[in-house]
């Protein structure tokens, strides 16, 4: 499971980073968010954000929770 053995994440243009450890918290918290929110799967859901962690965070989780 991608939670198990994430790596490193970086911004490209900012260099901001997040490590392993961050990536799996970040994730896991979107992923709890987004399951209180009723998000299930099959479900599509429209990210407004960039190309910033958060995004790549908020994407792990929709798609941990098997939505798109």
């Known amino acids: 499971m991608f939670l198990d053995s994430p790596g490193p994440i970086t911004e490209p243009l900012t260099g901001r980073r997040w490590d392993?450890?961050?990536?799996?918290?970040?994730?896991?918290?979107?992923?709890?968010?987004?399951a209180h929110l009723g998000v299930q799967p099959g479900d599509?859901?429209?990210?407004?954000?960039?190309?910033?962690?958060?995004?790549?965070?908020?994407l792990s989780a929709i798609w941990l929770l098997g939505a798109c």
């Open 20 to 34: 392993a450890d961050t990536v799996r918290a970040e994730v896991a918290g979107r992923v709890a968010a987004y």
């Open 44 to 58: 599509m859901v429209f990210l407004h954000h960039g190309n910033r962690l958060e995004f790549f965070a908020d």
